[in-house]
């Protein structure tokens, strides 16, 4: 039982025993007046106090004289005593019934929502006032509990179930005490839950739209644009060989051309330029064939070499080219004509040197020279002919 509850129990009782007293009090008094002797004269009504005697008797003739009795008569006053105590008895009548109005339990407030779905929890909020206990009844498809109340304000978890659609759920709330109890009602209607619309948005297939090249056949070390249109985000631009040897790589340009260069060979021979590129996740390729032709030898200069052009070295000299102050993280590759690796370089900026395999025939070799760039990386290619060393 609450603070409150007892302050208003402690009024009503407080009430109830106050008025118990005050009608006890006034029976003693009544009770005692008429035990009294009492004698009783009718006196004629006066308008100021006067004096007057009279003869009266006491007793029976036989036992006893007359006696002269000596009385003033006075106006009449008014019965004040009775009507204040009616006052106070209804005052606190009046204090018991509103005591009895507070006491008695009530449901003051109970909201629940209209509608629920199933899988959600519905909340009903409940409000009560007066003496006694709460508790509440679920009645539903999937539970049915009654269960008591400890706070006189508060909500109702309800969880609803699949069972419960297309069905309504009732939640009774009911206060009870000593004067008197009282009950409300809530209803909630299950609704099945709506159906989620999918739509599928099908993402934009990567494709290829174009794909050319400068020429059909270039001699070695000659340039090679490869130009195209697609839609993709990101790929690479590649030089092959028939056997599928990569020669040279580049990275998808936003510009739709990519600059190749036509490896050293000894004949002709068919390579493959091929466009690989990427969208979500997607990835598809498309190829073009070109001829690279064999270059006529020319005479070594002294000077250092300059990429690109065609140079003939003597077997184990040594090849030179400048790398640019400009150029970061340079890497010069020697490879023979089969796309593999001989030596391997990454030399500062200045004059570079890479030494020649022995041989004992005319060979055929590429060297790659490429440094980063704020897009990737930029490769040229230097195709050397290395003839044996003259006899002595």
């Known amino acids: 039982m609450s603070k409150r509850d007892v302050a208003i129990l402690g009024t009503v009782l407080a009430g109830a025993a106050a008025g118990a007293l005050l009608a006890a009090r006034?029976?003693?008094?009544?009770r005692r007046k008429h035990d009294a002797p009492v004698l009783q004269l009718r006196l004629a009504p006066a308008s100021g106090y006067e004096r007057s005697t009279a003869l009266v008797p006491v007793a029976p003739p036989a036992l006893a004289p007359s006696r002269i009795v000596t009385y003033e008569a006075a106006p009449a006053r008014s019965r004040r005593r009775p009507l204040r105590g009616i006052g106070v008895s209804l005052a606190l009548i009046g204090?018991?019934?509103?005591?009895?109005?507070?006491?008695?339990?009530q449901i003051t407030a109970l909201a629940a929502p209209s509608d629920a779905y199933p899988g959600t929890t519905a909340l009903i909020s409940y409000a009560s006032s007066g003496l006694g206990s709460l508790s509440y009844d679920l009645d539903a498809s999937s539970n049915a509990a009654a269960r008591a109340l400890t706070a006189r304000t508060g909500t109702i978890a309800v969880p609803i179930s699949q069972r419960d659609v297309?069905?309504?759920?009732?939640?009774?709330v009911r206060a009870a005490g000593p004067f008197g109890g009282d009950v409300r009602m809530a209803r909630i209607n299950v609704l099945a839950r709506p159906l989620a619309v999918v739509r599928v948005v099908r993402s934009t297939p990567v494709r290829i739209d174009a794909l050319s090249l400068s020429s059909t056949a270039a001699v070695s070390g000659d340039e090679i644009v490869a130009r195209y249109r697609s839609n993709a985000t990101a790929g690479t631009v590649a030089l092959r060989d028939a056997r599928g040897g990569?020669?040279?790589s580049e990275p998808l340009s936003t510009s739709g051309a990519t600059q190749l260069r036509a490896p050293a060979v000894e004949h002709d021979t068919p390579f493959?330029?091929?466009?690989?590129?990427?969208?979500?996740?997607e990835s598809i390729e498309a190829s073009a064939g070109?001829?690279?032709?064999?270059?006529?030898p020319a005479p070594q200069s002294s000077a250092p070499a300059a990429v690109g052009a065609r140079v003939v070295a003597p077997s184990g000299g040594l090849w030179r080219t400048e790398v640019k102050p400009a150029w970061t993280d340079t890497v010069i590759v020697l490879m023979a004509h089969d796309g593999t690796q001989l030596?391997?370089?990454t030399p500062p900026a200045g004059t570079a040197e890479l030494r020649m395999p022995q041989v004992s025939t005319p060979q055929s070799y590429v060297v790659s020279v490429s440094h980063r760039t704020g897009t990737g990386r930029e490769t040229l290619i230097q195709p050397i002919l290395v003839v044996p060393a003259p006899s002595r």
């Open 95 to 105: 204090l018991v019934l509103v005591g009895l109005a507070f006491a008695r339990p």
């Open 290 to 296: 070109i001829v690279v032709t064999r270059m006529s």
């Open 343 to 345: 030596r391997r370089l």
């Open 272 to 281: 493959i330029v091929v466009l690989h590129v990427q969208r979500n996740g």
């Open 246 to 248: 990569l020669w040279q």
């Open 26 to 30: 006034e029976a003693r008094r009544v």
């Open 166 to 172: 297309a069905h309504d759920i009732f939640v009774t």
